[in-house]
């Protein structure tokens, strides 16, 4: 059965704190996705890799960044983090896209970070 | 970038069917249209996607015309379990890369 977990589900940080999110997926999927969810904009996307210690900016990079160090696991760090970054947090992986250009692969997501920026 | 719009909410009794539409004016030759499904608390989960006419999966019904500037989803008699929020997806900019509106909240009732 496939499976995206999630470090936390809940997190409560300090204003100029450093967090860590991590993302770890047992398909073996190349690439990977992190989204923030916030009421009224639905779920916007901050990076995602394509390949190990590959990435690509989304929608929203400012005030994060990411590793991947191994295919499995996505980590989101904020370096300092700020109240405007409270939300919701979802990891996805998926295969890659079919290079056909007809259709690509599902996104499987994680139950999800709620982070708290005090 | 392929942008979608779909209604806010819309609100239904168990056991009927239910139409949620999305339209999708700029989408690209290429562009497949997939719809997700999110309860509270979790992750989107993948339910369909289409390119053209019509999909059917045990889950629901995807209708798209000719000109592929709309699609509907169909979820055929609805229950209290079908409560959550649609969101429709036209894969636009990178490959990778999905971009997801604000979706549908659909409240289904007794």
């Known amino acids: 059965d496939v499976k995206v977990t999630q470090s936390s589900r809940y997190l409560v940080k300090r204003t100029g704190e450093k967090v860590f999110l991590e993302c770890v997926q047992d398909?073996?999927?190349?690439?990977m996705f992190w989204y923030r969810q916030d009421p009224g904009l639905g779920l916007r996307l901050i990076y995602f890799?394509?390949?190990?210690?590959?990435?690509e900016k989304g929608d929203i990079p400012e005030g994060y960044s990411v590793s991947r160090e191994k295919k499995e696991r996505f980590s989101l760090i904020l370096e300092s983090a700020s109240t405007n970054q409270t939300s919701m947090y979802l990891c996805?992986?998926?295969?890659?896209?079919?290079?056909?250009?007809?259709?690509?692969?599902?996104?499987?997501f994680g139950p999800g970070t709620r982070l708290t920026v005090l | 970038l392929a942008k979608t719009t779909q209604p806010i909410s819309m609100d239904s009794y168990e056991g009927q069917e239910v139409n949620i539409t999305c339209s999708h004016n700029?989408?690209?030759?290429?562009?497949?249209i997939t719809w997700y499904q999110q309860f509270p608390s979790q992750g989107p989960r993948f339910i369909i996607q289409?390119?053209?006419t019509k999909v059917t999966n045990e889950v629901a019904s995807l209708f798209i015309p000719a000109d592929r500037k709309s699609s509907t989803l169909s979820l055929p008699r609805v229950s209290l379990s079908d409560t959550a929020v649609y969101y429709c997806?036209?894969?636009?900019?990178?490959?990778?890369?999905?971009?997801f509106g604000t979706g549908t909240r659909l409240q289904v009732t007794l």
């Open positions: 289409g390119y053209k």
């Open positions: 997806l036209v894969r636009g900019g990178t490959a990778s890369k999905l971009t």
């Open positions: 996805a992986s998926s295969l890659p896209l079919r290079t056909s250009g007809w259709t690509y692969n599902e996104q499987f």
């Open positions: 890799s394509y390949d190990v210690k590959m990435k």
């Open positions: 398909m073996d999927h190349e690439n």
């Open positions: 700029n989408i690209a030759t290429n562009d497949y």
